[in-house]
């Protein structure tokens, strides 16, 4: 079975950091591209950033600069450091996995990031 269970997301006051993780069981973490996505109250679902199986990195323009995600393939973990917090940045963020070659993509639960003074 597998599963992408997010941490690290709660209240920070603006220009704050948090560090989420996402820690995937049951898929060959190593192969798939590992992303962030968030979805903001009466907003699409939207990337963040990118990690690809080989370390290449894809970040949204509004995140650039600020956001850095990385992954630890020992840990079967991907982690997005986030600093210089704003409010537009309050979303539920989601871990996602895929494997295009492999038809498989993953979705975590998601974990709630509220930037509020």
């Known amino acids: 079975q597998v599963q992408l269970v997010e941490s690290g997301g709660g209240l920070v006051q603006p220009g704050g950091s ?3 993780s996402c820690a995937a069981s049951g898929i060959i973490f ?3 591209d590992m992303g962030w996505y968030r979805q ?3 907003k699409e679902r939207e990337m963040v950033a990118i990690i690809t199986s080989g370390g290449s990195t894809n970040y949204a323009d509004s995140v650039k600069g600020r956001f850095t995600i990385s992954r630890d393939n020992a840990k079967n973990t991907v982690y997005l450091q986030m600093n210089s917090l ?3 940045d309050t979303a539920v963020y989601y871990c996602r996995a895929v ?3 492999r038809g498989r993509n993953y979705w975590g639960q998601g974990t709630q990031v ?3 003074s």
């Open 30 to 32: 190593r192969v798939y």
């Open 99 to 101: 494997a295009l070659s």
């Open 114 to 116: 509220t930037v509020s």
């Open 18 to 20: 948090l560090r989420l």
């Open 40 to 42: 903001a109250p009466g």
């Open 86 to 88: 704003n409010s537009e």
